[in-house]
């Protein structure tokens, strides 16, 4: 996501300066966050990946559904009433 956010950035006319100034903060701040969570797990790195897995399906399960509930109201969207 964060790759694609200059599309709209660029789309709305904003400054490079600020974009690139903001976009360090939050990719800075992302990697601090993933960083110290890496270090303060340590060697449990296969208990948290028991717990994540799961979850982290479930999460792929709802955007699949989210994203193809969104393709389905644009379809419905843009046919003509019959």
Known sequence: MRSIISIPAGMAGMPIGLFLALTTIGAGSWNAVLM??????????EEVGDIIGPISTA???????AVLGILVWLRRRRLPAA
């Open 59 to 65: 999460v792929v399960a709802v955007l699949a559904f």
């Open 36 to 45: 110290t969570t890496g270090a303060a797990l340590g060697g449990r790195f």
